[in-house]
C-alpha cells in the first residue's frame, strides 16, 4: 500500500511558476513509475507527465511540453512537477499517482495508487 500527499498547489498569475510535491510513504517508492495528472472544472481527468522507477524515462502530455518538468527524489520519497510559464488553462486540480511498475504511460488506469489532489489556479 502506497499513501501519497500533494502539495505545493495555489494561486499564480500567468508566466509564474509552481513546483508540486508528491510524498510517498513505504520503503518501495523507488519501484513505483510515478505519474501526474491533472482536472479542471468540467472536465476528464487528463494526462501530464510521467516518470519511470529510476527518473530516466520521462513523459509529457503536448499540451506541458518544454514548460513543465518531472523529477523524483527516491531517497525522499518524493515526485515533483517544477511548471514554469503558467497559462490560464493549466487551472485544475493536479493528482500524482503511483503505478506498480517500472514504467507507466499516459492512462489512468495504469496506476494503482493516487494522491487527494491539490488545486493550481493560474489568472489572467
Known amino acids: 500500500q502506497v499513501q501519497l500527499v500533494e502539495s505545493g498547489g495555489g494561486l499564480v498569475q500567468a508566466g509564474g511558476s509552481l513546483r508540486l510535491s508528491c510524498a510517498a510513504s513505504?520503503?518501495?517508492?523507488?519501484?513505483?513509475?510515478m505519474g501526474w495528472f491533472r482536472q479542471a472544472p468540467g472536465k476528464e481527468r487528463e494526462f501530464v507527465a510521467a516518470?519511470?522507477?529510476?527518473?530516466?524515462?520521462?513523459y509529457y502530455a503536448d499540451a506541458v511540453k518544454g514548460r513543465f518538468t518531472i523529477s523524483r527524489r527516491n531517497a525522499k520519497n518524493t515526485v515533483y512537477l517544477q511548471m514554469n510559464s503558467l497559462k490560464p488553462e493549466d487551472t485544475a486540480v493536479y493528482y500524482c499517482a503511483a503505478a506498480r511498475t517500472v514504467v507507466a504511460g499516459t492512462g489512468g488506469e495504469e496506476y494503482d495508487y493516487w494522491g487527494q489532489g491539490t488545486q493550481v489556479t493560474v489568472s489572467s
Open positions: 516518470i519511470s522507477w529510476s527518473g530516466g524515462s520521462t
Open positions: 513505504g520503503r518501495t517508492f523507488s519501484s513505483y513509475a
